[in-house]
Structure formats: C-alpha cells, structure tokens
C-alpha cells in the first residue's frame, strides 16, 4: 500500500512538474503565437539566478520565488522590445531570432560563470511513507503548479487586464481603439510569460545542476507538451501535462528513465496524429 502511495505522489510530481516548466512557454506561445526557442534558458537564467541569491545570502525562497521570476522577467520585457517585437506575425524569422537568443545568453553565461555544475542543498528534507523514503519538496512543487495554474486562470478569467490581454491577442485594433495600447500588453504579456519562466527555473534549481547548457534538457518536452496541448493554457498543457508526465514516470518506474522519455515521445507523436489541433482544439476550444 505505502508503494503504491509514493508511485502516485511521484506520477503526480512529475505532472507538476512538466506543467511547472512549461506554463511559461504555454502564455507566451497560447497568447502570441509566439514559438521561444529561448525558452530553456530563461529557465536557466532563473536558475542561476536563484543560485546566486543563496550564495549572496538571500533565502532560499525569496531567491526561487521572488528574485528569479523577477529577473527573468525584466529579462523577457528587454527580449520583447529589442527582438520579439520587430517579429510579429514572422513565424519563421521568430523562430531563428529566439534560436540565436538562445545561444547568445547560453554563451554569456557561460562566460560570465564559467561552465561549472552548480548546485543549491534541497530544502524540506524527506518524508517516510511506510519502508519508503519520498522527498518533501516534490510534494511542495505539486501545491505551488496548482496555485500557478489556479493563478494564471484566475488572472485570465475573473480580471480586467486579462480580459484586455485576451482580447488584444484576438484584436489589436479594436483594443487599441478602446484606449489600451496593444505594443505595452504584448510586452507585459511576454514579461510574464518569461517570469513564470524564471520562476519555473528557481524552483527547479535544488533537483539538477544548474549549468549553461541546462535548457536543453527542458525546452523539448515543454514545447511538446504545449504543442500537443493546443491554444488553451491551463486546460490544454494540463491535460497534456497529465498525459506525458504519467506515461513517463509509469514507464520509468516499470522499465529505465530513457525508455520512459521515449514513452513520452512516442504519446506526443500519437496524440499529434490523432489530434492534430491539439487537446483543445478538439475537446477545450474557447477555454483558457
């Protein structure tokens, strides 16, 4: 009994978990129609920027949940001036701008901090469930997705600014007639997009090295599971989420963690064929 408790709290982190990464990408790509091949190391970057703050003295969480989604976030407001906004409606020259993005801050941080592994100490310790040891802060990062997504919904749904962001989204023109400036949401909505990002990236520091490259391993499964999702945010990554998060770690659990990241692939390969539009293209249409 006590496994099979920890197999289900370790399905449901790793959800959280791919949710968490790729909720970032999901504003940016499910409002702008903006593909960020930079995504990864705008992870990265808050990252290291939590990893910073501990070595500076900060607390921990201020450094993970305050400091990085902040610096990221001014971060994808500079991006968004200088580069994103010469690009729109350019889906191929967007692509190849955010890609040499990418490379550019990998290569600054590279030389800035050298090509060293980092590393911040866990926080929370373990819990025993039974004969079995789980860690506490993968059941923390579960509470802080659904508050994530609870947010990001609540702001979409239920407040003014996201009512006009939507609607800009949809209709510059009209918004821009209503008295809003479409140039300033677009900039804010990639800000936020970036500092979920940085946020994602934080908290995600104490479970792997922190080093330039580390994006890579992030960026695929984010756009796949944003991909598959479709247009909707919180209903399409979710679901995606659900879907790839469980099939990975089920596989991983029976078998290794490289089958279960082909597992992964090979889902999001099926569900593309069978849903081409995405989960909410077929099922969410209309949703956030």
């Known amino acids: 009994m006590s496994l099979t408790i920890v197999l289900l709290i370790q399905i449901v982190a790793a959800i ?20 960020n091949l930079a995504h990864g190391e705008f992870l990265m970057l808050g990252a290291y920027s939590a990893i910073k ?11 993970m949940i305050v400091v990085a989604p902040i610096v990221v ?11 994103i906004s010469r690009l729109y409606g350019r889906l191929i020259e ?17 030389t800035i901090f050298g090509n060293t592994t980092l590393g911040t100490p866990t926080p929370l310790g373990t819990i025993t469930i039974g004969d079995y040891g789980l860690g506490a802060y993968s059941i923390l990062l579960i509470g802080v997705c659904a508050l994530l997504m609870a947010a990001i919904y609540a702001v979409l749904r239920l407040t003014p600014w996201g009512i006009i962001a939507r609607g800009t989204m949809q209709n510059p023109d009209m ?3 209503l008295g809003y400036n ?55 990554t979710g679901s995606a989420s659900i879907i790839f998060g469980g099939v990975n770690q089920l596989v991983s659990y029976w078998s290794t963690a490289v089958l279960g990241e082909a597992a992964l692939l090979l889902a ?14 077929r099922f969410f249409k209309g949703g956030v």
């Open 94 to 110: 967007t692509m190849l701008a955010t890609w040499g993005l990418s490379l550019f801050l990998t290569g600054l941080v590279t």
């Open 182 to 236: 479409p140039k300033h949401i677009y900039a804010a909505t990639f800000a936020i997009g970036a500092a979920v990002s940085g946020l994602a990236g934080g908290l995600l520091a104490p479970l792997t090295g922190v080093i330039p490259t580390m994006g890579s391993a992030f960026v695929a499964k984010a756009f796949i599971t944003v991909i598959s999702g479709g247009e909707a945010i919180i209903l399409g």
């Open 268 to 281: 999001a390969i099926m569900l593309l064929r069978v849903l081409p539009q995405g989960i909410s293209g």
């Open 73 to 83: 976030g001014l971060v994808g407001i500079i991006v968004e001036r200088v580069l």
């Open 16 to 35: 959280a978990t791919l949710a968490l990464f790729s909720a970032g990408l999901a504003i940016v790509f499910g409002m702008m129609r903006v593909i």
């Open 175 to 177: 918004v821009a007639a």
């Open 53 to 63: 703050s501990h070595e500076a003295g900060i607390n921990d969480w201020i450094g």
